[in-house]
């Protein structure tokens, strides 16, 4: 759907997006396939031109944060290692754009890749190398997403039950704050306690809850979403009295969510997504202040829900009423903060 941008001249600095060749892997599942699976065969090679075409059509990104995906590891660094295979590849695409071929749009200004904690300290050698491959690289995600019906997720994930509460786990989790490093959390809504135990028990770790909390309506949670919300918005209330944590507002678009429940819609309005997200996103907005959430596109997953362009039409519509400083915060400056490339943000 084609729609008129909406405050094309705010900044924007999108924090979570992916980078991925993933052809070969969609190609090996069987049919019927996972809605998941079918959102990753609608955008299976998604690298710097299509990044590119996004991000320049029409609202002003000015830098953007890759997470990471499993992209491009390199197995020749053997099993523990591979994982800076990622990195070097996104570094090359952030040298790209900082060439400045392309203007003053920087993609993937700051890089949050992936280690393994469950090794204990000795994950630390793997974020050692993880920062040597990469000046831009701030942090890691751990996903923890689990759930007792295996048909929510799908086959590429499934972490192990409780993954955030395992002692190497943690022990691994220390190597982080050793280091300044961030940490990306991304679990499904009934598991939204674990971050919250895993946050107080290190208050000075800072953690990114990704997809505002990913709220279910898939599977055997098809139809749920008016039922559970007051336990959701019960959980991120008590997730923001952790001062540690921040949280990313999007994501709703995913499968997982059903926010459209029938996708790929890519022809929704930015109006009807506005009325689907609206009370998730000032849910979130109400809890963490606006100095501690930040909109994130998820592209290309959220591909299943919204176009780019509309995608952000309808975060624009939801701030509608919004001051000029709690736009630059929420769009740029706390992206900008927590993920240390402040140097992207224009004089306020």
């Known amino acids: 759907m084609n729609e008129s941008i909406l ?50 059509g029409g609202h002003n990104v000015i830098g953007t ?42 993609p993937c200004a700051a890089i949050v890749g992936h280690a393994n904690l469950t ?24 996903q923890g997403a689990w759930d007792p019906d295996p048909e929510v997720l799908g086959p590429p994930f499934h972490a192990p039950e409780g993954l955030y509460g395992d002692s190497r ?47 279910l309506n898939i599977a055997s949670y098809s139809g749920t979403l008016d039922d559970n919300f007051e336990r959701w918005r019960a959980s991120i209330r008590a997730l923001a009295e952790c001062e540690n944590i921040s949280v990313k507002l999007g994501g709703l678009a995913m499968p997982f969510c059903g926010m459209p429940a029938n996708g790929p819609a890519k022809d929704l309005g930015s109006e009807e997504l506005t009325a689907m997200w609206k009370p998730y996103v000032e849910t979130c907005i109400e809890a963490f202040g606006t100095d501690r959430a930040m909109f994130e596109s998820n592209y290309p997953v959220d591909r299943w829900g919204a176009s780019y362009p509309v995608l952000w039409n309808a975060f624009k519509r939801i701030t509608k009423g919004a001051s000029a400083s709690e736009k630059h915060a929420l769009y740029a400056g706390n992206a900008a903060r927590t993920y240390k490339i402040e140097y992207l943000l224009p004089d306020t």
């Open 7 to 56: 405050e094309p001249t705010l900044p924007i600095i999108d924090p979570h997006h992916h980078l991925w060749d993933l052809r070969p892997l969609v190609h090996a599942f069987p049919e019927p396939r996972h809605p998941f699976i079918e959102t990753l065969a609608d955008a299976a090679y998604y690298t710097f031109d299509q990044l590119q075409a996004d991000t320049r």
């Open 65 to 106: 944060i890759f997470m990471e995906c499993g992209a491009f590891y390199d197995p020749a660094r053997g099993e523990d290692l591979k994982v800076v295979g990622e990195v070097e590849f996104v570094n090359g695409v952030a040298a790209q754009g900082a060439s400045g071929l392309y203007g003053a749009y920087r």
């Open 119 to 142: 090794r204990g300290s000795a994950a630390g050698e793997v974020l050692d190398a993880l920062q040597a491959a990469s000046s831009r690289f701030v942090g890691i995600r751990h």
């Open 169 to 215: 786990f943690r022990e691994g989790f220390v190597e982080l704050g050793r280091r300044g490093l961030t940490f990306d959390a991304w679990v499904l809504e009934p598991q939204l306690g674990d971050v919250l135990d895993l946050a107080e028990a290190f208050p000075d770790q800072p953690i990114v809850l990704d997809h505002c909390g990913t709220p």
